[in-house]
């Protein structure tokens, strides 16, 4: 799955849209296949301009609380709120950008305008422009394929495209993946300025990448959330990059 599902019609009403505070109250998530619970009693609150970030290892639930708090999927128990109002998932689709680990392997369009109108057919090409221009794609062309983009430009171009829809809450999954230390750093400094105006999440297993541009989190183990600290475990340093869809 490479993309929140988006049509282009009359949007669900959402409560206090500007600014605004997310909120999780004690979810639990089991997936049908699954043995116990993944994800217990999660709580937390996301506010604009502070962003957060979950840490863990391959397979806590990492990618799975994303997908719960974008719309993909209902939790078990517990609740999801915007400003104070619980949320259905249609309203939290269209409140979140959730752009997923790997985006660059979920492109479906043969060019860069093709990928950033799919699903936006009403799409204006200042819209696109502006986005392109806060991304840093702003000379790029759109008529290149989205797979002959550096892998820097492909993560912005992942961005770009849930930036299109506006959404007061970010959710990304392992943004600097696979990514070398020159282009991790400047998608870095790209999520930080995001951040300043919406609330901005990010499931990772190097926390430490981000040190100065999010302040805070929690860590995620045996389906539980406890505040993140210095003393992770040493295992988390050394876990390479989750695979697509394994529930990381």
Known sequence: MGRIPF??????????QAGGMLELRALRYQPATARQPVLQ????QLAAGAPRLVAGRSGSGKSTLLELIGGLADPDAGEILWNGEVLSARQRRWLCGLVFQFPERHFLGLNVAQELRLGQRRLGGEAVEQVLRQVGLASISLQQAPERLSGGQQRRLALA????????VLLLD??????DWTVRDEVL?????LARDRA???VTHEPEL???VVEGGW???????RPLTSRLPAAIRTMPPEGVGDGG
């Open 210 to 212: 981000f040190a100065g």
């Open 189 to 193: 400094q790209l999520l930080a300025r």
């Open 219 to 225: 860590f995620l183990e045996n389906g539980q959330l």
């Open 174 to 179: 392992e943004p600097t993946a696979g990514l």
């Open 7 to 16: 049509h282009a019609t009359t949007p669900p009403t959402l409560p206090g």
């Open 161 to 168: 495209v849930q930036l299109l829809r506006d959404p007061k």
């Open 41 to 44: 009693e999660v709580s937390l």
């Open 200 to 202: 901005l999440l990010v």
